[in-house]
């Protein structure tokens, strides 16, 4: 079995390059045809068992196809071909029944010994909880305390045809989950209200994001780069707005990596602590706001169904309501609760900006503290 | 008219009342495909506004909500306003003819199973008009919970709407089987029916079996929205992958219903057009049944990455794997028909011969997609749009085609137009491919499926894909001109209508009379 997967390989390699020096000459440059380039051992995999299907299946669409080309071109009435009369043929019949099992049969051992190799997730040296939300990815590094929100970075103006596109438009976010390169990484997926799909196809891993339970998967990342990926699932209106990116580095700046972040925790905390003047949470709240904005609109004129925010009754209302609803959400809905989502101060900031902006002159504010002795 | 001597003793009332009322397996035959025929330009049209949103990256013309809405009725529309029905239309038109029976075995039946529909749809396509309230389903056709669960008063019109439809599909679903099972004309044993009845017999007891499990699923959805319960929320003790596993035990049969009359089809298309016999006709039926019976075994291959224990995944990999050999197995036999025939290629065996080659393409792809541990990479991006494409646009489609311009004459008594028919086919060629066919490269270098906008590098294969879209949608326009003018009129067809047609339908005058063999006919 060994020897024909590796003769198999092989005569794979020889025609994949083949195909790749041809490629330049037919001027296909600009379009990928096939997978990103693998970067972990399973997505190799992955790409040579796809490679070797695709190839099994050509085949057997030339050959079928020449018999029918040939009867097209031959058997023709027009060129006075007379019908025969033959309906069955017993031997051949079972020629054509047996010959497809057994290639089946040869397409399924490496396709189950891949799929062994993916599910097994023992052996981790670290593990990451990955959180799907409406509509950003949350990391949770179990064994480091640290854990934050990924944001789609591409700006709105850019989506809406306001400004040139960037290189790496809608696969931007603003941080990244970061991984060291050579080490297993074990992914426990989970969602916080619908179903989505964390999906990076350079380390071959796709796997839903279900609420309420929990799906393993690994990688084992073999060089640093940035990999970029995107939610699989249909997951509501911003679907297509929630990419992932996979800063790849090696262990050593990993580790000065978790260092920086548990400064940046600490001094989250500190500022939290102080009181905020009005402009500095003016300033705060419309970079937040970017969140809201997917649904109740850039100026808060309210998107589709959703709600508009100037001179509604909880954007002008008493300031305690407005604060309940943006920490626990309204069920039922898609307004989920902010609270576990943002911190006090983000809070804060975003409620005085709504209170304060598109007309609303409520004139009030809120402090991070007040949000803190609210939740 | 020249037609309207032929009718003289058909007695049934005139103007509307003819189809509300009737009974009569051609008029209801006729209700139904005209209903496939327009709900065909109302999902087609959604699918231009997607294509058109997908021109180039941003967000142009729909607001992602909108987006989404578009995508779950352009599927809902497409699989159970067109597909099924016209298939079902192709059932009361030819199984009578076929079998030599006067009619359907259910006629009152039969015509409630129709009227069900047109208020199913207004139902569902009303939504539309509700963007105040959420608008329509936009959690995809899937519907997958709990992403439905959030979605407004469109969802609950929507379910009610696929309710009756279930109901519409199961009551044809009986009448089919009490027509082929008590209607034969004698000496039409099961083993000498033509292949199109076989494959709708079977089709039958799968939508029997499919369309209840989908009210199940779609019921239980709504008590999760509206009476408390929780099967599918985590938070009471529910599991939202029990619909995903609920939804494909229906919808993998589903795939099934809508191709298995197409095998059908093309199974009576190509002997006529080779002027042969269908080759291996019992390995066609016991591939036919085999297909069937596997059916019911693979539907978490729609759900490989769910996180299903390794056992689950391999098995059902095999099982999908397997559909491979039957599939084959009818693949072959069309092949072999053909193999020393004398072939002439009218219309309705250039789209049977289109839908053999591209059906393979659709079906490989699935074989492809069958892989688990290749479905990784493959499950939910454009790979998959284009595999599912390729077996229904240029599989049941296109077998529908094949199947009107190849019983058009025997309906309506009128030749259609053959230099219109093959343009009408190359144009669906061009545009279909040039649609589906980029999709495939989409996917795998990718591009996640259901999303109004995309990165920049899937840019140009995008805009290939719209513009033959946008080819495909606008020459329906022919197909529609087309058949409206042989309705209309037309060179006489005769009753044998193909040299080398063969079937009791070719005995009856075209087109038949009102009520098709009165006395039954005799069988050599």
């Known amino acids: 079995m060994c020897v024909v997967r590796k003769l198999g390989r092989r005569v794979l390699s020889r025609l994949v390059s083949a195909v790749a020096l041809a490629a330049p000459s037919l001027a296909v440059a600009d379009y990928a045809l096939n997978f990103q380039r693998p970067v972990t051992s399973i997505a190799q995999r992955i790409l040579e068992l796809h490679n070797l299907i ?60 891949t799929l062994i190799e993916m599910s097994d997730v023992s052996k981790a040296e670290m593990t990451v909880k990955i959180t799907g939300y409406q509509w950003k990815w949350r990391y949770d590094y179990l064994d480091h305390d640290i854990g934050y929100f990924s944001n789609l970075s591409t700006p709105r103006e850019q989506i809406e045809g306001k400004a040139p596109k960037g290189e790496h438009y809608l696969l931007e976010v603003d941080n990244p989950i970061v991984l060291p390169v050579g080490k297993k990484v074990r992914f426990l997926m989970t969602a916080n209200d619908v179903i989505h799909s964390w999906w990076v196809p350079q380390l071959g891993i796709k796997t839903d994001a279900i609420p309420g339970f929990i799906n393993e998967a690994w990688t084992n990342i073999n ?48 500022s939290a602590n102080k009181t905020w003047t009005r402009e500095e949470l003016m300033i705060k709240g419309k970079q937040v706001f970017q969140t809201c904005a997917a649904c109740h609109g850039v100026n808060g004129e309210g998107v589709g169904q959703f709600p508009k925010l100037a ?11 407005h604060l309940s609803i943006v920490l626990r959400g309204k069920p039922g809905t898609v307004m989920q609760a902010f609270g576990p989502q943002l911190n006090d101060v983000d809070i804060a900031a975003v409620i005085t900006y709504e209170r304060n902006s598109f007309g609303n002159k409520t004139g009030d504010m809120i402090q991070p503290a007040q949000v803190k002795a609210a939740r | 008219m020249a037609t309207a001597a032929a009718h003289h003793h058909d007695e049934h009332p005139a103007g509307i009342t003819r189809w509300l009322f009737t009974t009569n397996h051609k008029d209801i035959g006729t209700l139904y495909l005209s209903l496939a025929l327009v709900m065909f330009f109302v999902g087609g049209a959604m699918a231009l506004v997607i294509r058109a949103e997908l021109f180039q990256p941003g967000l142009q013309i729909t607001e992602p909500h909108f987006y989404n809405q578009m995508v779950t009725l352009h599927a809902l529309v497409m699989i159970f306003g067109v597909v099924m029905p016209a298939l079902v239309g192709f ?87 009490a027509t082929i099972l008590n209607m034969r004309a004698p000496g039409v044993t099961l083993m000498k029916m033509p292949l199109f009845a076989w494959t709708w017999l079977i089709t039958a ?24 319960t929780h099967f599918f ?34 199974s009576q298309v190509i002997p006529t057009f080779s002027r042969k016999p269908l080759f291996g006709y019992n390995s066609m039926v016991y591939a036919t049944v085999s297909i069937a019976l596997l059916s019911h075994v693979v539907w978490a291959h729609h759900m490989f990455t769910v996180g299903m224990p390794i056992a689950g995944e391999l098995f059902f990999m095999y099982a999908t794997m397997l559909i491979a050999v039957p599939t084959g197995v009818k693949i072959f036999n069309w092949i072999a028909t053909m193999w020393r025939g004398a072939l002439t290629f009218e219309t309705p065996m250039l ?84 649609t589906f066919f980029p999709m495939h490269f989409l996917g795998l270098a990718g591009m996640q499926r259901r999303v109004p906008d995309y990165a920049l590098q899937f840019t140009d294969f995008n805009q290939w894909a719209t513009v033959g879209a946008f080819i495909f949608g606008f020459s329906q326009l022919l197909f529609l001109y087309l058949i409206v003018q042989t309705v209309r009129g037309g060179e006489r067809a005769t009753a044998q209508v ?15 009379p009102y009520h098709s063999f009165a006395t039954p006919p005799e069988i050599k």
């Open chain 1, 223 to 270: 060089e640093p780069g940035v990999y970029r990926g995107v939610c699989a699932e249909l997951c509501g209106q911003d679907h297509a707005f929630m990419p992932i990116v996979v800063n790849a580095v090696t262990p050593e700046e990993f580790d000065q990596w978790v260092v920086a972040q548990k400064k940046i925790a600490l001094a989250d905390a500190t």
């Open chain 2, 205 to 228: 007891f799968l939508l029997i079996g499919a369309m209840p499990v989908l009210a199940g699923a779609v019921t239980m959805l709504l008590t999760d929205r509206h009476f408390g």
């Open chain 1, 54 to 113: 695709f190839v099994i299946c050509m085949a057997i669409f030339v050959i079928v196809f020449a018999f029918m080309l040939y009867s097209i071109v031959v058997h023709r009435k027009s060129r006075g071909h007379k019908p025969a009369t033959f309906h069955d043929n017993v031997k051949l019949e079972m020629v054509w029944t047996v010959i497809p099992f057994l290639i089946l049969v040869g397409m399924a051992i490496p396709s189950t010994a």
């Open chain 2, 233 to 266: 929320d985590a938070a009471g003790g529910g599991d939202p992958v029990l619909f995903q596993h609920v939804f494909w035990f229906f919808g993998h049969p589903e795939v099934y219903i809508l191709i298995l009359p197409a095998f059908g089809i093309i």
């Open chain 1, 311 to 321: 001179g509604s009754k909880i954007a002008t209302g008493p300031i305690a309501a």
């Open chain 2, 91 to 177: 059932a009361n038109w030819q199984l009578p003819l076929m079998l030599g029976a006067p009619d359907m075995a259910l006629p009152r039946l039969n015509n409630w199973s129709f009227w069900i529909l047109p208020f199913a749809f207004t139902l569902l396509l009303s939504t539309v008009f509700m963007q105040g309230q959420g608008g329509a389903p936009a959690a995809g056709w899937t519907l997958y919970a709990p992403l439905s669960i959030q979605g407004g008063i469109g969802t609950d019109f929507t379910i009610l709407s696929i309710h009756m439809m279930g109901i519409s599909s199961v009551l044809s679903a009986i009448n089919v089987i």
């Open chain 2, 351 to 434: 789209f049977a011969i289109a839908f053999v080659i591209l059906f393979t393409i659709g079906g490989l792809s699935g074989l492809m997609l069958a892989i688990a541990p290749a479905d990784f990479q493959y499950q939910d991006t454009y790979f998959v749009v284009a595999h599912f494409h390729y077996v229904i646009v240029t599989g049941s489609v296109i077998a529908i085609f094949a199947g009107v311009y190849f019983w058009l004459p025997k309906w309506t008594g009128h030749m259609y137009n053959e230099w219109l028919g093959k343009w009408h086919f190359w144009l669906t060629m061009i545009g279909t491919n040039l």
């Open chain 2, 498 to 512: 193909w040299e080398g047609a063969d079937g009791l339908e070719w005995t009856l005058p075209s087109p038949p």
